[in-house]
């Protein structure tokens, strides 16, 4: 790439685990931060040995060195490397970064503008601050579970854990935050971050409904309670569709595709409001319309009436997309211990002055300790050999 990585100069030490944290180093790390990811020696993160090949993702463009916080020598490693940082991101619970003396208050005496995002379950204050917690815990507490269902069913969680990938997203906006703080004005600071925080931050109407109204939300299916028709519908080969006819010209359209012209006319359906009383009425003539006809005969039916609709992907179906395809999405990256090409997700978002760049996919386990150990902390290789040995590293 010719020009200069937007991130370029800027070091992110990365000592979390599992996914959110990882995440945002990765978001940093896609344009341009060297990123020093931390492991545990001889077993690494947990995610290494997970189903699948998630590592390789989410530790592209990330240089791998392994040490042991429980080994008294770890300590003063730990401080060097982060001497020569900018970005610190931690994901330990709190009574642990007190046990090992690496908190806030002990980082600054090593470098005073230091960045250090504490990505925790509960965050670092309150009566939960020193429980564990993974993404379904943080999804249940947050109220997202509770709303997520059908309401005879019980509670669903995402098909993917949702809040681990919010948490990555607003752990990167947030550093970029601290960055920018730190190019104005010199200093560093604390992010104090929880697993539930941005699902929390971002379900606006949740709190205020409630707060303002006693609204409280509680699982309804797959409708919106608000405007209909709104909700999935299956064609004859078992396609689902996604229809949210959410103004009255949409509505108007969707009859004329559909056929269901009388309906314009039918009192129970006149406005949205009395679309939303008599939604099973109404579904029940877009069921039985849906269920006649296939996945391609309806694209062909909503597309010439510019109906607004969308359809549910499996990742079959999304990897081989024409419009996934078109704007290279998924790109191919070789991978030397597979020794070929993988695909995996590109760089988002897409910047035209500053684009991102994959250099690498995700490296072995203390791949770059001599590389680091030895550039930035000076220490021979047979300091670092004898490191390993000890299993400090």
């Given amino acids: 790439m010719d020009k200069k990585s937007i991130l370029e100069g800027i070091r992110v030490l990365d000592a979390s685990t599992v996914m959110a944290g990882p995440l945002m180093s990765n978001l940093l ?46 300590g003063e490693i730990f401080y060097g490397l ?33 960045i250090l995002m504490h990505f925790t379950a509960f965050g670092r204050t309150g009566p939960y601050s020193q429980r564990p917690g993974f993404a379904r815990v943080a999804e249940g507490f947050s109220g997202l579970m509770h709303i997520t269902g059908f309401p005879d069913r019980k509670p669903v969680p995402s098909g993917y854990p949702i809040m681990d990938a919010f948490g990555g997203v ?33 379900m606006e109407d949740y709190i205020v409904d409630f707060d303002q109204h006693k609204m409280a939300k509680e699982r309804i299916g797959t409708h919106n309670p608000y405007v209909a028709p709104n909700d999935l519908y299956e064609s004859l080969d078992k396609r689902w569709l996604i229809l949210p006819a959410s103004n009255e010209n949409m509505y108007r359209r969707l009859l004329r595709a559909l056929g269901l012209e009388e309906l314009l006319t039918d009192p129970r359906f006149l406005s949205n409001s009395d679309r939303v009383r008599h939604r099973i009425e109404l579904d029940k003539y877009l069921i039985k319309f849906f269920a006649g006809h296939t996945f391609d005969e309806l694209k062909k039916l909503l597309e010439e009436h510019d109906v607004a609709y969308g359809w549910v992907n499996s990742v079959q179906e999304l990897v081989s997309d024409p419009h996934v395809q078109a704007r290279e999405d998924l790109i191919s990256v070789f991978d030397p211990e597979l020794q ?54």
Wanted: proline fraction near 4%; aromatic fraction near 8%.
């Fill in 82 to 114: 982060v001497a020569e940082s900018d970005i610190v991101i931690l994901n330990f619970r709190p009574q642990a970064l007190g046990k090992w003396k690496i908190d806030y208050a002990d980082l600054v005496k090593v470098k005073e503008n230091i």
């Fill in 29 to 74: 790390g896609d344009f341009g931060a060297e990123v020093i990811r931390i492991e545990q020696p001889g077993t690494g993160d947990v995610m290494r040995h997970a189903e699948g090949s998630s590592w390789k993702v989410s530790n592209r463009n990330k240089k791998c060195i392994t040490l042991d916080f429980h080994k008294p020598e770890a």
């Fill in 340 to 393: 070929m090409k993988i695909k995996m997700q590109g760089i988002v978002p897409r910047m035209s002055k500053t684009p991102g760049e994959v250099k690498w996919v995700g490296p072995a386990l203390g791949a770059h300790n001599q590389e680091i150990y030895h550039n930035i902390l000076g220490f021979s290789e047979d300091e670092v050999k004898v490191l390993m040995q000890k299993g400090v590293i």
């Fill in 170 to 202: 607003y752990g990167a906006f947030s550093l970029m935050l601290a960055l920018y703080h730190l190019k104005e004005t010199g200093q560093g600071q604390l992010i104090d971050l929880s697993l539930y925080d941005p699902i929390l931050r971002t």
